[in-house]
Each structure stands twice: as structure tokens, then as C-alpha cells.
């Protein structure tokens, strides 16, 4: 009978070898409702039941999966655990994933891996957001309390920037399709900036903003875009894909509407702080100006002084050369002058001769002159009409 009797321990080890060796307990998957979720030091501990049973549940590092609530029907995977030392069964678990979410959510970790991979959300294609921007077009539904929460939010510190709004669907399952058509037309009307924007929901609704096509309709715009959908811990891949995401619509109008009030002092500040190097550097200019013009005429005097004496040598020959060249002009002009005064005509009949002509031209011979013929005679002090009352002709 003795040979019958085992201690605790050694019951706790068959059993936790029984449940080792049971491949059906290991990496399975098991569906209930969350009942007193606690976490404590990083872990995770609640009971999973269902209409029947339970069964305590153990999550170590619970921040790397979901994390339920209580009454939320999960689907839990991991392996079913027996603790020897202390006699406890348990369900330890690696992930858990919420009911009715599991697939959606597993399909939309897919896509969102796929388009990572091919590069859709790299830092190195993201367009720079103006800082100053004019223009923006703010693509959300025109009835919801979103673009009311942006304009009010911009314009209580900007009254520069020009609001436009693209009415779309941002519910349902013709969202991304509206959402992609306006994209693709105000992509093209030269706006600054444009911002996606949606109000908080659940997954389900948030699921346009999900959609592979437009992903990539944002990610082939020109324009740069801010992501605003849902709200600080809804993360899209609208979001991912963006150039810049915003936690909230709000958010976004507050990154956008730099302060017109702030700018204007600082231009003024800036134009003051210009004025002022302007002045510096005309004073500046002008002492050095002076110096130099006192530094040429300092140069001057010296090489006036040194060379002094050259320049009234120079000047003296110059005078000389001048002089002399006047004289001997001078008795040129009158070698001229003398010869011009034999040559005049009227030199000549200072000398008591007559010029004699008729009808205006000079006669040089008898032989042109008949008797009755009327002549012009003219001497230095006069002239006299006469008649021809006879010729002579000595030869």
C-alpha cells in the first residue's frame, strides 16, 4: 500500500507533464468574454468565460497585442499552462484579438504592410507643409461639425488664409471613391495646402480612409496634404501616407494658422533691426569715404611738393614755347598782310591809275572799246560815266 502513496509534488509534476506533452493545449486559439481585466507591473490578467465555463488567463507584456475591456468577446492564442509549485491552471496567451475585428483588423495589418514595403509612407517622399500658406482646401462633409471646429480654430489667429472646402462622403462605402475624384481635381487649382479631415468613429467608419487606391492617390498629389481623420489614437494609413497627420481636425487648423498678429511685429522688428545695419553702414561708409578722399589729397600735397620745381620748369618751358611760337606766327601774318596790300587792286590806284569798264566787265585794250561806246571810270576816291569820242589804236 505504501508503494501507492506519492507527495504533492510529485502529482503536480505528472500532472504538468501531462498537459506538456497534450499538443491540442499548445498555440491554440480560443474565443470568450473578458471578465476582470487587470494589469499590474506590464502584465495582463483576467478570466475568460463563456455561457458554461471559465478559465484564468495570463498576458505577459501586454503592450505588444490588444488590450480588451471587460465584456468585450475576444479570440485569446497562446497555450494552456500548469503551474506545479502552486497547483493553478492557466491560459497564458502571446496575442488577442477582438471578435468581429479580427479579420478586418488582420486584413488591414496585411495592406498596411504591403504598401510600407513598397514604400508609400517613406519619410524621403514627403512634401514640406508651407508655412505660410494662402490658399487651402479642406476636403471633409460641408455639414459637419469639422470644418466649422477648423474655420473657427484658423481664424481666431489668421484672417489671411483663404478657406475653400471640397464637400465629400467621409461615411460609407462610397467615401474613398468621393474622396479620390476630388483629390484628383483640386490637386490641379494651385492651392497651397490641402487637408483631409474627419470627426472621431469607430474602425468601421474610419474604414475609407483605409482604402489602398487612395493611398495612393494621396501619396501621387502634387499638393502637399495633412492627414486630420479621427481622433489622437485613431491611426490611418491616410494617415501614414500623408505628408504630415494631425491628431485631430483642430489639430491641423492650429499647425496651419500662423499668428498674423506675431508676424506683423516681427516684420516690424526685422524692417526697425534693418534700418538700423542701413544707418551703421552709411556712417561707416561715409567716415571711411572721408578718410580716403583725406588720404588722396594728403598724397597730392606730397607729390605736389616734390615735384614742385619740375612742374614751373615745365611750365616755364611750356610759357616759352608758347611765346616764341606766338612771334613767329605773328611775322608770318604780316609777310602775308604785305604781300596782300601789293596785291590789291586798289593799291594800285593809290597810285593815280584808273580801272576802266564797260557794261561791268574790265577793258584791257583799245581794240574792245568803239567810238560812242559809254565806260565807268574809277580811281581811289570816286568814278566818272564817260563817252568814247575816239579810239586810237597804237598797234
Not at 478570466?47 to 490588444?66: G, R, W
Request: aromatic share 8%.
Amino acid at each position: 500500500m505504501n508503494g501507492n502513496i506519492i507527495n504533492v509534488t510529485a502529482l503536480n509534476t505528472v500532472i504538468n507533464s501531462i498537459f506538456r506533452a497534450e499538443e491540442h493545449l499548445h498555440d491554440i486559439q480560443v474565443a470568450g468574454e473578458v471578465s476582470g481585466h487587470k494589469i499590474a507591473k506590464g502584465h495582463a490578467y483576467f478570466t475568460l468565460k463563456d455561457e458554461n465555463c471559465q478559465i484564468s488567463v495570463t498576458c505577459f507584456n501586454c503592450a505588444k497585442t490588444y488590450i480588451p475591456k471587460d465584456g468585450e468577446s475576444i479570440i485569446a492564442k497562446g497555450s494552456v499552462d500548469y503551474y506545479a509549485k502552486g497547483g493553478k491552471l492557466n491560459f497564458n496567451v502571446d496575442s488577442i484579438t477582438p471578435i468581429g475585428k479580427g479579420l478586418l483588423a488582420i486584413q488591414l495589418e496585411m495592406l498596411k504592410q504591403k504598401l510600407q514595403k513598397e514604400g508609400y509612407f517613406d519619410e524621403q517622399f514627403k512634401k514640406p507643409i508651407p508655412p505660410y500658406p494662402t490658399n487651402i482646401c479642406v476636403i471633409t462633409s460641408f455639414n459637419g461639425a469639422v470644418i466649422r471646429d477648423i474655420k473657427k480654430t484658423i481664424r481666431r489667429k489668421n484672417d489671411l488664409i483663404n478657406i475653400f472646402i471640397k464637400d465629400v462622403r467621409v461615411q460609407g462605402a462610397e467615401a474613398s471613391k468621393d474622396i479620390i475624384k476630388s483629390l484628383e481635381k483640386v490637386d490641379n487649382m494651385g492651392y497651397d495646402l490641402l487637408i483631409i479631415a474627419r470627426g472621431g468613429g469607430s474602425a468601421e467608419e474610419l474604414m475609407p480612409f483605409n482604402d489602398e487606391a487612395l493611398v495612393k492617390a494621396i501619396f501621387m498629389c502634387k499638393t502637399p496634404i495633412i492627414s486630420a481623420v479621427g481622433h489622437e489614437t485613431d491611426v490611418t494609413l491616410c494617415d501614414l501616407v500623408a505628408d504630415y497627420r494631425a491628431a485631430t481636425p483642430t489639430a491641423a487648423a492650429e499647425y496651419i494658422a500662423y499668428d498674423t498678429a506675431m508676424l506683423k511685429e516681427y516684420f516690424v522688428a526685422v524692417l526697425l533691426k534693418m534700418g538700423k545695419i542701413v544707418n551703421a553702414s552709411v556712417t561707416d561708409g561715409e567716415r571711411e569715404l572721408k578718410n580716403k578722399l583725406n588720404f588722396i589729397n594728403s598724397q597730392m600735397k606730397l607729390k605736389y611738393n616734390s615735384n614742385k620745381y619740375l612742374i614751373e620748369q615745365n611750365l616755364t618751358k611750356l610759357s616759352n614755347v608758347v611765346k616764341n611760337t606766338y612771334i613767329a606766327q605773328e611775322h608770318c601774318l604780316a609777310n602775308k598782310i604785305t604781300k596782300l596790300q601789293a596785291l590789291n587792286p586798289l593799291g594800285i590806284l593809290e597810285k593815280g591809275y584808273w580801272y576802266m569798264s564797260k557794261d561791268g566787265a574790265p577793258i584791257a585794250s583799245t581794240k574792245s572799246l568803239e567810238v560812242g561806246d559809254n565806260v565807268s571810270l574809277q580811281t581811289r576816291d570816286g568814278k566818272i560815266k564817260a563817252q568814247v569820242v575816239e579810239v586810237e589804236n597804237e598797234i
